[in-house]
């Protein structure tokens, strides 16, 4: 436990992420419609998130630490996203299930 | 169990208006047997142990029961199950309830500080009574013209709130000609608990001749004003002095005075003004005596009054003189 | 208190009711990790309104896209990923007791959430001047599809509480970088660096997700 | 070890003056401060009740207009809601015993515990200044458009609350790093008392669900001054949306409420009948149970406001699921009693009140979790009567009974029996006297948030005004009970009632850092052989 959390990460490791996310930075801009016009319709969207999550992901595990760190921090990291995406997913049940009544004045 | 059944029926609960209020209360009455035995059972092995394993001495040994597996199973499971026969039940009554038949009968029903408004098809329109026909269904497509509200009637046991910017619906059919109560239940503001309105149950050859007769037959001007000011602008508009408190301008002495508006402007109140007003009531705003402006909350008239209506008022506000 | 069984590792006194450093170590990270679970959930309601309104209306949120800059928005990205590099390397060197290093890595880091300000003030008086302002202050005449309006309060809400998060953040790396010059972190004691950069890391990783979201998707 | 632990010095005398107080970051002065401030507002919030129940003594308006009624019904709700029961037991008495019963010298983050406190207060001041501009009249729910466009204080009431709600979060922030870095050695997690794993759950919604209240709040604060439009159905928005958030947070809040006052009553029920709790993992994880569970059934309140039908059956389908935690807490209790060894002392009288009361609050949270049913009960006085029976039923009743059960540790001194039993006389019979006849009203049909209401109601609502009366007698006399009790009370032994958990091994009061020596735990927290 001792040893986990006060792991030292080398230099080179921190570098190389920075690259990674600077490198998926550019990944994004270009895929995305307004900027270079190539469109995957529905997946733009999707593709873009995908990108986003994979940058917070490597922000997480290695600036955050949460790869050598004790596992309750991740677990409450998860958790926390979870309960998100409840909000979101109860929310929006509500929203789509609705059957839309108009005025038949 | 039929004794029950009658006093239930008769003592606690509304009068059954509808075939669904007959089957709610069944299942209601099913619930209260079920939490009557449990709590007969939790209370009273409460008072048991307590009153048989009273202290006797300081030195008392206790049992020392951690747990048992099979007792706990028990009281989870059967709890469980009988929670999952109430959902059944009452998800079956609230489907009903919520699936209108196809050839219901529609009523537009609008919810606006401080009362309901009813528009049938054929262009009547009624303002906090709604008068159908017996063993109809009927629609209500409700919406609200500024706040939440809610269409409550006790007797059908059904609700809907009316949400502005879109339509919900409910449906009854009610089996007994009679006067229903009907409650707003989303609180609304001031007068959210004068927010009533009548639901006239009658025979159909009744509700026929009430869709075809025009309620202002043969009343003068005034008369019909002051129908329609009794109905849709009495909760905020006095027709006395007006007091500090008030939320919007008192109508005695209104018409012919100089109006200040919060912007400053001012004109004479005559009848374009009032039009305008009622219309669209925020293109001008008043000022208090104090000088401070009311809050721009009238909701816009247009399209809910007829050209008749909006002359009745006009004339009515003549008479408000001192 | 007079306590005489003081603690002290690496300069810093431990707090009277831990046991060792250690558990004072341990229980400062969980203490900010749950405040970061806060924080998430907290940005969280704002996003999960952005993406309801999103999916009600599309059209509305593209439009509102192509009023922002994607150029500036790309450009603040890595400003603040080259702050969070900084920011790591800061507890990097101190860990590894170069305590020269670890102050100008705060400085740098600093003045990258500087940057990153400035650049959103920027941003900020272009829509200002523009009127495309949220809700009721919205003033702007050519827009294509109704409710344009929400795009923009989206926009403000979300960067705004961004931005003040920044600010924050900057204060308290400020405050690092004072407390560093005074040489107080080191290998056994660098806790208010990792709680601190825990914290920036998250404002970054919700940066990571307001960019595509507002700038490219729309 | 020090000059600090000698003879006759505790945390009372440890340090003297009123700064000492403001400034304290011990977490047992801290609970002295949470308990003076919870039981002003308590006061200030039981005014307006009594003020409403006056009113509604008969039909038409008594004693204030319908603009005063709605002013009274909402800061009754807000102030006793933000500002009485949810930090009532986890601020007040969680601050104080749960370090101690982990054998910790103090929660993790004694500054922050301090500051939380300033949260409630400077949140609780602003919450006030909403008076000068005319009051807030949106009821606690701050439901929109209403709450968008009504002229008053509102962005006040509003503001208030979300200050407040840090408060809540650094509590739950501060108490879960205490149970998970700071308990003495060989107290694992199945050797805490039952209290602290309620609070543990309380905790974790505090920290989960808070935030989203923050920002909902927020949210309407920039509905109220630059019309955002995310609410307002007239730009786009959806005021349904608006439920949704609020109710995310509202609903776990419920149990933000109500779980502490069950940890309260396992400690109670063990304690007075000298037994080993039966059960106690299956208490321990239904307050997990529960705590997580109540994440997913805040659509409950939501099934008539325009929710759509198949998101209603589900809350309601996950809202049953919760009965089944609490059905085992409260048999396990009653378990408990079998073969114990019972003694009558105010403490267990209020412990069993809380059964009472709360079995009824339950069974009644059936009829209101069936869809079916609920569509009747909605908003009707029947709601207000079910969460009475479970908020002030409940969670009032573990606050009086952990008052008195701990007041002798807490301050060394001891309460007056008799007196105490005849506060629970009256708050028992006059809370049923108020609140069941509600219950009937709500089945006749009469709705919430009223002013005034049709004479068909009036008997009723009269014996229930009776009953309100009854219970504000009860409390009076409680705070002097109380009050003579700290300054004049006989003093009390280290142990007075035998129980067995940690904080009773420590003199009374407490020293500074509650133990001389750091408690060794050999085994769980009921061991009555």
């Not at chain 3, 679970?37 to 309801?52: D, N, W």
């Not at chain 4, 709705?447 to 009076?476: C, H, M, Q």
Request: aromatic share 16%; charged share 15%.
């Amino acid at each position: 436990m001792e040893h986990d959390s006060h792991h030292i990460i080398p230099f080179k490791t921190y570098l190389n992420i920075l690259l990674g996310l600077l490198f998926l930075t550019v990944l994004t801009v270009l895929v995305a419609k307004p900027v270079s016009g190539f469109d995957a319709g529905v997946l733009n969207a999707f593709i873009a998130m995908l990108i986003a999550s994979v940058k917070a992901g490597l922000v997480a595990a290695y600036f955050m630490h949460l790869k050598y760190d004790n596992k309750l921090h991740l677990a409450l990291f998860l958790i926390s996203i979870f309960f998100l995406v409840v909000l979101f997913a109860f929310s929006w049940f509500d929203i789509i299930t609705r059957i839309q009544q108009l005025s038949t004045l | 169990m039929f004794w029950l059944n009658k006093a239930h029926a008769s003592t606690f609960m509304p009068p059954q208006g509808t075939e669904i209020a007959t089957q709610y209360d069944s299942l209601y009455e099913f619930i209260v047997i079920a939490s009557l035995i449990s709590c007969v059972l939790v209370i009273g092995g409460l008072a048991m142990f307590v009153l048989k394993y009273k202290r006797k001495s300081e030195t008392d040994k206790t049992a020392y029961i951690t747990h048992d597996t099979r007792l706990e199973f028990a009281w989870s499971f059967i709890p469980f199950v009988i929670f999952l026969v109430v959902f059944g039940w009452g998800t079956y009554i609230y489907v009903q309830m919520r699936k209108a038949p196809d050839n219901a009968f529609e009523v537009h029903t609008f919810g606006q500080k401080w009362n309901w408004d009813f528009v049938y098809k054929s262009g009547k329109k009624s303002s906090g009574l709604m008068v159908v026909p017996v063993n109809t269904p009927i629609k209500l497509i409700i919406s609200s013209r500024d706040v939440l509200h809610s269409f409550y009637v006790p007797a059908f046991r059904i609700k809907q709130d009316a949400v502005p910017g879109r339509y919900t619906k409910l449906w009854f059919e009610a089996n007994k000609v009679g006067d229903y109560q009907v409650f707003c239940t989303e609180y609304c503001g001031k007068d959210h608990s004068n927010m009533l309105a009548k639901i006239k149950v009658v025979t159909n050859e009744e509700f026929e001749e009430w869709l075809q007769n025009n309620p202002y037959k043969g009343l003068a001007a005034t008369e019909i004003g002051a129908q329609v000011y009794a109905a849709k602008c009495v909760a905020c508009h006095q027709k006395s002095a007006e007091q500090a408190s008030s939320i919007a301008p008192s109508f005695l002495n209104l018409f012919g005075k100089t109006r200040q508006f919060a912007d400053g402007s001012s004109t004479t109140a005559d009848e374009n003004y009032i039009r305008e007003s009622i219309l669209n009531p925020n293109a001008k705003v008043a000022k208090r005596i104090s000088g401070e402006a009311f809050s721009p909350i009238m909701p816009a008239f247009a399209g809910q009054l007829s050209d008749e209506e909006l002359m009745g008022i006009i004339e009515f506000l003549k008479t408000l003189k001192e | 208190m007079s306590s005489g069984n003081e603690i002290i590792v690496g300069g810093h006194k431990v707090a009277h009711h831990f046991e060792s450093a250690e558990q004072e170590f341990q229980a400062s990270k969980l203490g900010i990790w749950l405040f970061l679970c806060t924080e998430i959930l907290m940005f969280g309601g704002l996003f999960v309104g952005y993406v309801v309104f999103h999916n009600i209306y599309p059209e509305m949120f593209a439009e509102g896209a192509k009023h922002l800059d994607w150029k500036l928005g790309s450009l603040n990205t890595v400003v603040l990923l080259v702050s969070s590099f900084t920011m790591v390397l800061s507890i990097y060197y101190a860990q590894t007791n170069q305590s020269k290093k670890t102050s100008n890595m705060l400085l740098i880091t600093f003045l990258c959430g500087l940057i990153f300000m400035v650049i959103k003030a920027f941003e900020y008086n272009h829509k200002i001047h523009m009127g495309l302002l949220p809700g009721e202050l919205f003033t702007y005449e050519n827009a294509q599809t109704a409710n344009l309006a929400m795009y923009f309060s989206f926009y403000f809400l979300m960067t705004g509480l961004h931005g003040s998060h920044v600010l924050i953040g900057m204060g308290l790396i400020f405050w690092l970088w004072l407390r560093s010059r005074k040489n107080e972190f080191n290998k056994d004691y660098y806790t208010p660096l990792e709680i601190v950069g825990l914290f920036w890391h998250l404002v970054d990783v919700i940066w990571i997700y307001l960019f595509p979201l507002l700038y490219l998707v729309g | 070890m020090s000059a600090s632990h000698a003879e006759g010095k505790n945390y009372l005398n440890w340090e003297k003056g009123l700064w000492s107080w403001l400034t304290t970051f011990d977490h047992k002065r801290i609970g002295i401060l949470y308990m003076i401030t919870v039981m002003v507002f308590f006061a200030v919030g039981g005014t307006f009740a009594m003020l409403i129940r006056t009113e509604l003594f008969s039909a038409g308006p008594n004693i204030m207009d319908a603009n005063q009624y709605n002013q009274s019904m909402t800061f009754h709700g807000a102030i006793m809601v933000f500002m009485v029961i949810i930090p009532g037991i986890p601020a007040f008495l969680g601050n104080f015993f749960l370090p101690m019963h982990l054998g910790a010298k103090d929660v993790a983050f004694p500054r922050i515990n301090l500051i939380s406190w300033y949260c409630l207060i400077v949140g609780a001041a602003i919450t006030l200044v909403s008076l000068i501009y005319n009051g807030a009249d949106t009821g606690w729910t701050f439901y929109t458009p209403y709450s968008i466009e009504t002229d008053n204080g509102t962005s006040w009431v509003v503001f208030g609350a979300f200050v407040m709600g840090f408060s809540s979060i650094l509590t739950g922030l501060n108490f879960i790093v205490t149970t998970h870095k700071l308990r003495a050695p060989g107290m694992t997690f199945f050797n805490m008392p039952l209290f602290v794993w309620a609070l543990y759950s309380t905790a974790v919604l505090q920290v989960l669900a808070t935030p989203v209240l923050g920002i909902t709040l927020l949210l309407l604060l920039a509905e109220r001054t630059m019309g955002v439009g995310i609410f307002d159905p007239a730009l786009g928005g959806d005021p349904v949306l608006f439920q949704h958030f609020f109710w995310f947070y509202s609903h776990p809040a419920v149990y933000i409420m109500i779980l502490p006052a069950m940890g309260v009553v396992s400690e109670l029920i063990t304690a007075f009948s000298r037994k080993v709790i039966f059960g106690y993992k299956a208490i321990a994880f239904s307050s997990v149970g529960i705590a997580v569970v109540s994440f997913f059934v805040w659509g409950h309140h939501m099934f008539t406001s325009g929710q759509s039908e198949a998101a209603g059956i589900l809350f309601s389908f996950i809202t049953m699921l919760v009965g089944v935690p609490t059905a085992i807490k409260t048999f396990n209790w009653v378990a408990t009693l079998y073969k114990g060894s019972i003694r009558f002392d105010s403490p267990l009288l209020f412990a069993l009140g809380f059964l009472f009361l709360f079995t009824i609050g339950g069974v009644t949270g059936i009829m209101l979790a069936t869809i079916g049913l609920n569509i009747h009960f909605h908003d009707t006085y029947f709601v207000v009567a079910h969460f009475h029976y479970v908020m002030v039923g409940g969670t009032l009743m573990a606050i009086m009974g952990g008052i008195y059960y701990w007041l002798p540790k807490m301050f060394g001194r001891m309460y007056n029996e008799f007196w105490a039993r005849i506060t629970f006389v009256l708050i028992f019979i006059g809370f049923n006297v108020t609140f069941f006849p509600q219950f009937i009203l709500g089945a006749m049909g009469m709705p919430r948030r009223y002013f005034d209401y049709l004479p068909a109601f009036e008997s009723l609502n009269k014996i229930s005004t009776f009953g309100a009366w009854t219970i504000g007698v009860g409390f009076v006399i409680a705070l002097f009970v109380i009050v003579i009790a700290i300054f004049k009370g006989e003093k009390a032994s280290d142990n007075p009632w035998g129980a067995k958990t940690l904080e009773w091994t420590t003199a009374s009061p407490p020293p500074h850092e509650n133990f001389l020596e750091t408690p060794v735990v050999t085994g769980g927290p009921y061991e009555f052989r």
